[in-house]
């Protein structure tokens, strides 16, 4: 069976055709597991790696980069494909497919994504992709393909057909962007939303594409066309909303069974792989909870590690035995996912699942409503526990005691050609006149206090520096390091919070952290909070680790995004350093990060550096001591090299003389 | 006679490389590495090397850079297939860096042979 026939048969299934001899719950589970099986197997390969689409932060940075690539600034293209077709043909069971079908997409726009384009899911139905470097008539050919392969998927429309359905004509990037004083997302979001309205499809064009176009013939279509039926997964306030609906029906509280379904162990088995397969394996639980539900019972997602479920005409007993029934449902389903580890590339752990996903009872209304209060309250209490305070003074920060000076380094991102930040790094010039940087200049006397201090002071003199430049209307994105020692400690992470607290919001749209320091065996929990912590105040969060490092798997999911590795103090061969930075970089693209390089001290290092794929590399310093980075420019490829070729020179004329 | 020294990792490349040019009738001398190339034109003092980019050891922008400081008179042939992503413009690089000719990988023989003579004739 083709893919596309696959897909759509599954899709028919899962939509409501009845096979007569079964009752609904042999056949529902049949259905599930063939649609599963046909699903899995069926989607079509993708030709690279699957490439989710971005972030609103990442896809910030990432147009931030196209807008101020110098001449290609009007060359790139913004299509529009909408699922709203889509979403309508399967209306009745979006619950239960949707992200399923998110996927199917996701898949087939990588399939067609240069290196540099890039994608973002706008809104519930529509997925924004940017081509950097194509032209809006080359834009529309590549996106009416995309669009139409969706719709040979999904609708059933002849692959040749061209379908404008599902394409929105958009717009090209536009230097006008960077002049709004919003977010570039909003601006963005603003520049679609003109788009949209300038194209609005005409009433021919806007119509569902058409029963009687559709291969698969007026029962399918009928069916899809019914009374439609109320989403059974709720948002916590809609859920307490139904139970306290449901208790004033029967007048004596809120009758049938609750149960709580904690996945957390689910999520823990796959931990490594989150980013890549916990969008599926989320699809996977709803789907075969939604297929066990009635018209009467409600569900609800609870702390991202749980599902709360209402059985509306079963007793708690009842309600259990379903719960079971799920449990060995979901349990079956992902081993099937596992069996297919190796396409996902999961590790082959072999772990009992029956006990991974937990059951608890929670039978009554007021449990439920303390729990949801108390989630909400606990998350106000957080933001007040810190009173923030005013330390931006000059005075105050010339008061830290300790004497350095701060030095810029541009970091160049290779693959655009252009400065794309820069690092702010503590130096001090040592007795021996050798300048030292970052926690080196403590010498061997590093404490957490001193090692707090020489954060604080970092992240006070890069915000100054950030908000003299913006005073004077220039713009950078700066990176500054903190250390994980310093975020470690209760303490010192609590002084270091209290700095961020008074970082100007404008400062922190340009700000990002590079932790320092970061264990390798640390916990991906402890790391998420850290990074959490952090990520209020910033647009990114990085680490460094050591140049032998080259798996990554426990930051999957922790909101790091970047690594890097500083080799200036490697004293290895250079032939040994390159290896390493190759398995560097394959580490890092093993779970989807970037990879950033600092320190290198020789042309060879530089040009492998480039050749072994790091997106980042982090060249001399500016000057020794600036007062604040230029603007994001061009680079030449010659200034890579020039310090190091100066450096060079001045060694063989003294060999030579000396 | 001209004397063609030939830097690059792949024996493979080195071996077609070394019968195209003996063919053509020049002395050809190779090296595996950077390291080894700088080594090799200090002692025979080519007329012209041919340098490949990304090596272990010493890779070709470096060597360029040291082929140029030691050898005044000799012309360099670069030539790339780039980095493992491709995006490198190492050959644009080797140009700035002091290659008088460049070439990606792969080329052809004809291709190759008319650039080494212009460069020969070029340096006469």
């Given at each position: 069976?083709?893919?596309?026939?696959?897909?759509?048969?599954?899709?028919?299934?899962?939509?409501?055709?009845?096979?007569?001899?079964?009752?609904?719950?042999?056949?529902?589970?049949?259905?599930?597991?063939?649609?599963?099986?046909?699903?899995?197997?069926?989607?079509?390969?993708?030709?690279?790696?699957?490439?989710?689409?971005?972030?609103?932060?990442?896809?910030?940075?990432?147009?931030?980069?196209?807008?101020?690539?110098?001449?290609?600034?009007?060359?790139?293209?913004v299509q529009l494909v909408n699922l709203m077709e889509v979403h309508e043909r399967f209306t009745r069971h979006w619950g239960r497919i949707g992200e399923m079908v998110h996927m199917l997409v996701q898949m087939i726009i990588s399939d067609h994504l240069?290196?540099?384009?890039?994608?973002?899911?706008?809104?519930?139905?529509?997925?924004?992709?940017?081509?950097?470097?194509?032209?809006?008539?080359?834009?529309?050919?590549?996106?009416?393909?995309?669009a139409a392969k969706i719709s040979h998927y999904l609708l059933g429309t002849p692959m040749e057909t061209s379908d404008d359905r599902l394409q929105s004509i958009a717009f090209a990037l536009d230097e006008a962007m960077l002049n709004t004083g919003d977010?570039?997302?909003?601006?963005?979001?603003?520049?679609?939303?003109?788009?949209?309205?300038?194209?609005?499809?005409?009433?021919?064009?806007?119509?569902?594409?058409?029963?009687?176009?559709?291969?698969?013939?007026?029962?399918?279509?009928?069916?899809?066309?019914?009374?439609?039926?109320?989403?059974?997964?709720?948002?916590?306030d809609a859920f307490e909303e139904y139970l306290e609906l449901a208790s004033a029906d029967t007048g004596a509280g809120c009758v049938g069974g609750m149960q709580i379904l904690d996945i957390d162990a689910v999520q823990q088995r796959y931990e490594a792989?989150?980013?890549?397969?916990?969008?599926?394996?989320?699809?996977?639980?709803?789907?075969?909870?939604?297929?066990?539900?009635?018209?009467?019972?409600?569900?609800?997602?609870?702390?991202?590690?749980?599902?709360?479920?209402?059985?509306?005409?079963?007793?708690?007993?009842?309600?259990?035995?379903?719960?079971?029934?799920?449990?060995?449902?979901?349990?079956?389903?992902?081993?099937?996912?596992?069996?297919?580890?190796?396409?996902?590339?999961?590790?082959?752990?072999?772990?009992?699942?029956?006990?991974?996903?937990?059951?608890?009872?929670?039978?009554?209304?007021?449990?439920?409503?303390?729990?949801?209060?108390?989630?909400?309250?606990?998350?106000?209490?957080?933001?007040?526990?810190?009173?923030?305070?005013?330390?931006?003074?000059?005075?105050?920060?010339?008061?830290?005691?300790?004497?350095?000076?701060?030095?810029?380094?541009?970091?160049?991102?290779?693959?655009?050609?252009?400065?794309?930040?820069?690092?702010?790094?503590?130096?001090?010039?040592?007795?021996?006149?050798?300048?030292?940087?970052?926690?080196?200049?403590?010498?061997?006397?590093?404490?957490?206090?001193?090692?707090?201090?020489?954060?604080?002071?970092?992240?006070?003199?890069?915000?100054?520096?950030?908000?003299?430049?913006?005073?004077?209307?220039?713009?950078?994105?700066?990176?500054?390091?903190?250390?994980?020692?310093?975020?470690?400690?209760?303490?010192?992470?609590?002084?270091?919070?209290?700095?961020?607290?008074?970082?100007?919001?404008?400062?922190?749209?340009?700000?990002?952290?590079?932790?320092?320091?970061?264990?390798?065996?640390?916990?991906?929990?402890?790391?998420?909070?850290?990074?959490?912590?952090?990520?209020?105040?910033?647009?990114?969060?990085?680490?460094?680790?050591?140049?032998?490092?080259?798996?990554?798997?426990?930051?999957?999911?922790?909101?790091?995004?970047?690594?890097?590795?500083?080799?200036?103090?490697?004293?290895?061969?250079?032939?040994?350093?390159?290896?390493?930075?190759?398995?560097?970089?394959?580490?890092?693209?093993?779970?989807?990060?970037?990879?950033?390089?600092?320190?290198?001290?020789?042309?060879?290092?530089?040009?492998?550096?480039?050749?072994?794929?790091?997106?980042?590399?982090?060249?001399?310093?500016?000057?020794?001591?600036?007062?604040?980075?230029?603007?994001?420019?061009?680079?030449?490829?010659?200034?890579?090299?020039?310090?190091?070729?100066?450096?060079?020179?001045?060694?063989?004329?003294?060999?030579?003389?000396? | 006679?001209?004397?063609?020294?030939?830097?690059?990792?792949?024996?493979?490349?080195?071996?077609?490389?070394?019968?195209?040019?003996?063919?053509?009738?020049?002395?050809?001398?190779?090296?595996?590495?950077?390291?080894?190339?700088?080594?090799?034109?200090?002692?025979?003092?080519?007329?012209?090397?041919?340098?490949?980019?990304?090596?272990?050891?010493?890779?070709?922008?470096?060597?360029?850079?040291?082929?140029?400081?030691?050898?005044?008179?000799?012309?360099?042939?670069?030539?790339?297939?780039?980095?493992?992503?491709?995006?490198?413009?190492?050959?644009?690089?080797?140009?700035?860096?002091?290659?008088?000719?460049?070439?990606?990988?792969?080329?052809?023989?004809?291709?190759?042979?008319?650039?080494?003579?212009?460069?020969?004739?070029?340096?006469?």
């Amino acid at each position: 069976m083709g893919a596309a026939k696959s897909i759509q048969h599954w899709l028919r299934k899962v939509a409501g055709i009845h096979h007569p001899g079964l009752n609904d719950e042999d056949e529902a589970a049949m259905e599930m597991a063939e649609g599963l099986e046909s699903t899995l197997t069926a989607l079509p390969p993708t030709k690279g790696r699957l490439r989710r689409p971005l972030t609103k932060d990442n896809f910030e940075e990432k147009l931030w980069g196209f807008l101020t690539a110098g001449d290609e600034l009007t060359a790139g293209s913004v299509q529009l494909v909408n699922l709203m077709e889509v979403h309508e043909r399967f209306t009745r069971h979006w619950g239960r497919i949707g992200e399923m079908v998110h996927m199917l997409v996701q898949m087939i726009i990588s399939d067609h994504l240069a290196e540099d384009d890039v994608y973002i899911r706008l809104r519930e139905h529509s997925y924004a992709i940017v081509f950097p470097g194509l032209p809006l008539p080359e834009a529309e050919s590549k996106c009416a393909y995309i669009a139409a392969k969706i719709s040979h998927y999904l609708l059933g429309t002849p692959m040749e057909t061209s379908d404008d359905r599902l394409q929105s004509i958009a717009f090209a990037l536009d230097e006008a962007m960077l002049n709004t004083g919003d977010s570039l997302h909003e601006a963005f979001c603003q520049a679609v939303e003109k788009a949209e309205n300038r194209t609005a499809p005409s009433p021919t064009t806007g119509s569902v594409g058409g029963a009687a176009a559709q291969p698969e013939g007026p029962a399918f279509v009928e069916m899809a066309a019914g009374e439609p039926v109320a989403d059974c997964l709720l948002g916590s306030d809609a859920f307490e909303e139904y139970l306290e609906l449901a208790s004033a029906d029967t007048g004596a509280g809120c009758v049938g069974g609750m149960q709580i379904l904690d996945i957390d162990a689910v999520q823990q088995r796959y931990e490594a792989y989150w980013d890549r397969i916990g969008e599926q394996v989320m699809t996977i639980v709803q789907m075969v909870i939604e297929d066990h539900l009635s018209k009467e019972d409600r569900y609800t997602k609870w702390e991202g590690k749980s599902f709360l479920i209402y059985f509306g005409k079963k007793s708690p007993d009842e309600a259990k035995k379903v719960c079971h029934r799920i449990t060995r449902e979901i349990t079956k389903l992902l081993a099937e996912l596992d069996s297919d580890a190796d396409r996902l590339a999961v590790d082959h752990t072999i772990l009992d699942l029956e006990r991974t996903v937990i059951v608890k009872e929670e039978p009554h209304l007021p449990q439920i409503k303390r729990l949801l209060g108390e989630k909400m309250s606990g998350g106000v209490e957080r933001v007040k526990a810190r009173p923030p305070t005013k330390i931006w003074s000059s005075d105050q920060a010339d008061a830290v005691p300790l004497d350095i000076s701060f030095s810029y380094w541009p970091v160049w991102y290779v693959r655009r050609s252009v400065i794309t930040t820069s690092v702010c790094l503590p130096a001090k010039q040592m007795p021996d006149g050798r300048t030292r940087y970052g926690h080196g200049l403590l010498g061997k006397q590093v404490n957490l206090s001193s090692l707090v201090e020489l954060d604080e002071k970092t992240l006070q003199r890069t915000c100054e520096d950030m908000s003299r430049m913006f005073e004077n209307g220039r713009k950078a994105l700066i990176v500054c390091p903190v250390h994980y020692y310093t975020l470690s400690k209760p303490d010192g992470r609590k002084r270091y919070m209290t700095v961020c607290d008074n970082i100007p919001e404008m400062v922190k749209k340009y700000l990002s952290f590079e932790v320092v320091g970061l264990p390798g065996e640390i916990s991906p929990v402890f790391t998420r909070e850290i990074v959490g912590d952090l990520q209020p105040y910033c647009r990114s969060v990085g680490a460094q680790f050591p140049l032998n490092r080259s798996s990554f798997g426990n930051l999957a999911g922790t909101g790091i995004n970047l690594i890097g590795a500083d080799i200036s103090d490697q004293l290895l061969p250079e032939s040994k350093i390159m290896r390493l930075m190759e398995q560097f970089v394959s580490g890092a693209e093993g779970v989807k990060m970037e990879a950033y390089i600092r320190g290198l001290h020789s042309i060879s290092l530089v040009t492998s550096a480039v050749g072994s794929g790091f997106d980042y590399i982090a060249g001399p310093a500016i000057q020794e001591d600036s007062p604040s980075p230029d603007y994001v420019m061009r680079f030449e490829a010659e200034d890579l090299f020039s310090h190091l070729i100066a450096r060079q020179k001045m060694e063989i004329s003294e060999a030579a003389t000396g | 006679m001209s004397k063609v020294l030939i830097i690059d990792d792949d024996q493979n490349i080195r071996t077609l490389l070394r019968v195209v040019h003996e063919a053509g009738g020049y002395t050809v001398t190779e090296a595996q590495d950077g390291n080894m190339g700088v080594r090799e034109a200090q002692k025979n003092q080519p007329d012209l090397a041919i340098v490949d980019i990304l090596m272990p050891e010493k890779e070709g922008i470096q060597t360029i850079h040291e082929l140029k400081n030691s050898l005044t008179d000799a012309r360099i042939l670069a030539i790339s297939g780039g980095g493992r992503k491709g995006e490198a413009g190492f050959l644009q690089l080797a140009k700035k860096m002091g290659a008088d000719e460049v070439l990606a990988k792969p080329f052809g023989v004809k291709e190759l042979t008319e650039t080494v003579q212009a460069l020969l004739a070029g340096r006469r």
